[in-house]
């Protein structure tokens, strides 16, 4: 979606500098997610943006790729990596849209802000069980539209029309729950920090 990538190309430079919006929540969906690591572990993180997360969790595993629509987000994220402190951390840009169904496996997949973000999440998250090895754990934070004032999702595809905004899916929890078990995944963890924050959820591939 070439609108997509021309909005987050755009953004990548401002997104880069600012702040966490809720760093206590942030950090304890690394800890939770750090649960499911072990030093062998093949990660990938789809939407990996400027690679913040990855270049954070890359200690407690074996390898972690991630894969980005934007070159200006992944740009950025090739800035921050460090000749050996960060070789275990590799990016790529690629369209989850088309992402490859098949080649390497992973043991642990991250979706950190972005399935809301993806027209076909049928599609997306069969992608993601695909490229998951058998047992693996598929880890997802998700803004759920459904949430907010439906003022917003009147304003959003004009917005879109614009330029101004990107592809943004309206979700709710629940609905968001059933696609990840119509999947083929089991929940094992869920957590959403506040009425209107991201729902975290942790789902495993049947082993
Ligand atoms: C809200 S940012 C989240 C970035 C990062 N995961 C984080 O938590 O900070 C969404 C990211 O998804 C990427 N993105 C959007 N659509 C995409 C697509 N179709 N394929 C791959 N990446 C995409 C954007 O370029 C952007 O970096």
């Known amino acids: 979606?070439?609108?997509?990538?021309?909005f987050w190309n755009k953004a990548a430079e401002k997104y880069s500098k600012s702040p966490i919006a809720d760093q206590e929540?942030?950090?304890i969906k690394l800890d939770i997610t750090r649960d499911y690591f072990t030093p062998e572990s093949e990660v990938l993180e789809v939407g990996c943006g400027t690679g913040s997360t990855?270049?954070?969790?890359?200690?407690?595993v074996k390898h972690i790729h991630g894969v980005d629509i934007s070159d200006a987000m992944?740009?950025?994220?090739?800035?921050?990596?460090?000749?050996?402190?960060?070789?275990?951390?590799?990016?790529e840009v690629a369209d989850l849209v088309?992402?490859?169904?098949t080649g390497k496996m992973y043991d642990v997949i991250l979706a950190l802000s972005i399935v809301h973000?993806?027209?076909?999440?049928?599609?997306?998250?069969?992608?993601?069980?695909d490229r998951l090895k058998p047992g693996g754990?598929?880890?997802?934070s998700t803004v759920c539209l459904k949430l907010y004032s439906p003022l917003i999702r009147i304003l959003l595809p004009i917005g879109r029309a614009f330029g101004q905004v990107p592809t943004v899916v309206s979700i709710d929890p629940a609905g968001l729950q059933k696609d990840m078990t119509d999947a083929g995944f089991k929940i094992v963890h869920q957590w959403q920090p506040g009425p209107k924050k991201a729902?975290?959820?942790?789902?495993q591939k049947p082993g």
Do not use: W
């Not at 088309?98 to 169904?101: C, L, S």
């Not at 973000?117 to 069980?129: F, G, N, P, S, V």
């Not at 729902?199 to 789902?203: A, E, M, P, Y």
């Open 25 to 27: 929540s942030y950090e």
């Open 199 to 203: 729902v975290f959820l942790i789902c």
């Open 54 to 60: 990855a270049i954070l969790h890359a200690p407690y």
């Open 98 to 101: 088309t992402y490859p169904r």
């Open 1 to 6: 979606m070439p609108n997509n990538r021309k």
């Open 117 to 129: 973000l993806i027209e076909d999440r049928a599609a997306l998250l069969k992608m993601i069980y």
């Open 137 to 140: 754990t598929f880890v997802s």
């Open 74 to 91: 992944i740009e950025i994220a090739r800035q921050k990596l460090k000749p050996g402190v960060h070789d275990n951390i590799s990016f």
